[in-house]
C-alpha cells in the first residue's frame, strides 16, 4: 500500500520526479496506491480520496470501506471527478505556483534565524526553532497565535520519539503570496 497523495508535488530541486511504486518490476499486481484530492487540488477537509490497483485489491478495500463509513463528502465527489480529468498542463502550473510559494516562505522563515528544511515535495515547511533560543515546539506553537498571529504545526505530534521532533515546527506554504508575505513580516518582528 503506497500513500502517493504528493505524487504532483515534487519540486525541481528534487533528485526527479515521482515514480509510482506500481510501476516498477513485479510490483503492479501486489500495490494500492491511494492518493487524495486535498492534496492534488489544495482542497483539505473535503476527504474524499482514492485508490487504485488490481481489482481484486481495489473489491478488498471497497469492503472494508463499506463498514467504515456511512458516507464520505458525497457532494464534493462529481467536483474531483471533473478535477480527476484536468489536463496534465494543470499540474506542471500547480508544482511551480507552489514551488514559488515554498521559496518565497522558506526563504522567509530562514530570514527569522530559524533553520528551515526545505521540502522537495508537498506543501509543509519544516523548521527548527533551537536558533531562537526556543526548546518545546508545542509551547511555541501553541503561543505563536497570540504573540505573532501566525500558526504553525509542532512536529513532535509525529514522532514516537517526541525528543527526535521537540525543536521542529510546520508551516503550510499553500496559501496566497500576500498571505506568505504578511506572516512572513509577523514573524520577523
Given at each position: 500500500m503506497t500513500d502517493e497523495v504528493y505524487e504532483h508535488l515534487v519540486f525541481g530541486d528534487a533528485s526527479g520526479p515521482h515514480i509510482p511504486v506500481a510501476t516498477l518490476p513485479g510490483m503492479w499486481e501486489r500495490t494500492l496506491r491511494i492518493s487524495s484530492a486535498g492534496k492534488t487540488f489544495s482542497c483539505t477537509g473535503w476527504k474524499i480520496g482514492w485508490v487504485s490497483g488490481p481489482a481484486p485489491l481495489v473489491a478488498a478495500?471497497?469492503?472494508?470501506?463499506?463498514?467504515?463509513?456511512?458516507?464520505?463528502?458525497?457532494?464534493?465527489?462529481?467536483?474531483?471527478?471533473?478535477?480527476?480529468?484536468?489536463?496534465?498542463?494543470?499540474?506542471?502550473?500547480?508544482?511551480?505556483?507552489?514551488?514559488?510559494?515554498?521559496?518565497?516562505?522558506?526563504?522567509?522563515i530562514g530570514s527569522t534565524g530559524m533553520t528551515v528544511l526545505r521540502p522537495e515535495g508537498t506543501y509543509f515547511v519544516t523548521a527548527d526553532i533551537s536558533p531562537l533560543g526556543e526548546r518545546d515546539g508545542m509551547e511555541f506553537c501553541r503561543s505563536l497565535p497570540d504573540r505573532r498571529g501566525v500558526v504553525a504545526i509542532p512536529t513532535q505530534v509525529f514522532y514516537d520519539n517526541v525528543e527526535a521532533g521537540r525543536t521542529l515546527v510546520r508551516f503550510a506554504f499553500c496559501k496566497r503570496p500576500d498571505v506568505i508575505t504578511e506572516a512572513v513580516r509577523r514573524l520577523t518582528r
Open positions: 478495500v471497497t469492503k472494508v470501506k463499506q463498514f467504515l463509513t456511512y458516507v464520505n463528502g458525497a457532494p464534493f465527489q462529481p467536483a474531483i471527478a471533473v478535477a480527476l480529468a484536468l489536463p496534465d498542463a494543470y499540474y506542471q502550473t500547480f508544482r511551480t505556483d507552489l514551488e514559488s510559494r515554498r521559496d518565497l516562505l522558506c526563504d522567509g
